[in-house]
């Protein structure tokens, strides 16, 4: 029986994704890309779920895209190319819209398609020792599937370096450009985990996911638009059992009833 290429962790309301092809560096295949999206999708829904955590086995965290499933690539006709490429995208952009918070635990390399898995977390740990790069230019392709999401993580004076040169950089630099969140040394990367979702444990669960989907909504709008939309926004969330549970704690002086006692 095949090995599983992805496994699923419950830890109470924490679940964690765990990439688990490491004997190839965790990079993408097709089914890979599959249960990804899969995972993001039934874990989005399920109510018992406060936080997901995405991580790889081994020595790295994704190493970009299989050799033999790129190999494969090759003999491939236009249009089975293409709905390749497509199911990449849908999988991004399960996780960047997925309403639960994501944390990406990153070691080892996080290159091309695993850099992009980086822009789509909403917050990103990295050990200090982990190597970035938008590597696809180095084999004579280009960063097209992840281009949205980066772009927006990074913005396009950053890309037009680092998507044309194809160079590796360090932890350090990816912090820099707005690529990684947070920088630590690898026996620290548990902690400082901890310490983010020990945060968003604090915060009202619906207005965790209220406050991530309005934030692409607002990026895409005009300022008449998003005054609207955001006006709108708080106004609905004002009148939530959640909203004035969490109003009447903190006049209270008390926790909230979501916080984990």
Not at 7 to 33: G, K, T
Not at 60 to 77: Q, T, V
Request: charged share 25%.
């Amino acid at each position: 029986m095949p090995e599983p290429v992805l496994r699923i962790e419950r830890e109470e309301a924490r679940a964690r994704v765990v990439l688990a092809r490491p004997a190839v560096r965790n990079a993408f295949n097709a089914e890979l890309i599959a249960r990804l999206h899969e995972a993001f999708t039934a874990l989005g829904a399920d109510p018992h779920v406060r936080v997901i955590i995405l991580q790889g086995d081994g020595k790295a965290f994704c190493g970009g895209a299989d050799i033999n499933w790129m190999r494969d690539s090759l003999d491939l006709p236009q249009d089975d190319n293409v709905r390749d490429a497509a199911a990449m995208s849908d999988m991004l952009r399960a996780i960047d819209r997925c309403p639960k918070p994501v944390i990406a635990r990153v070691h080892g390399a996080a290159l091309a398609g695993g850099a992009g898995l980086c822009a789509v977390a909403d917050a990103v740990v990295a050990d200090q020792e982990t190597m970035f790069g938008f590597t696809e230019t180095k084999v004579g392709l280009i960063p097209a599937v992840i281009a949205p999401f980066v772009l927006a993580k990074i913005g396009p004076s950053h890309a037009r370096r680092l998507f044309l040169t194809g160079e590796r950089f360090d932890a350090a630099r990816a912090q820099a450009i707005g690529l990684v969140h947070e920088v630590v040394h690898g026996d620290a990367l548990d902690g400082t985990v901890d310490a983010i979702v020990a945060e968003l444990d604090s915060a009202g669960p619906n207005a965790i996911a209220a406050a991530k989907a309005l934030i692409p909504v607002v990026q895409a709008a005009s300022y008449e638009d998003s005054r609207q939309i955001t006006a709108r926004a708080i106004a609905n969330q004002r009148t939530t059992p959640e909203a004035q549970e969490g109003l009447r704690a903190f006049l209270e002086r008390r926790r909230a009833k979501w916080v984990p006692r």
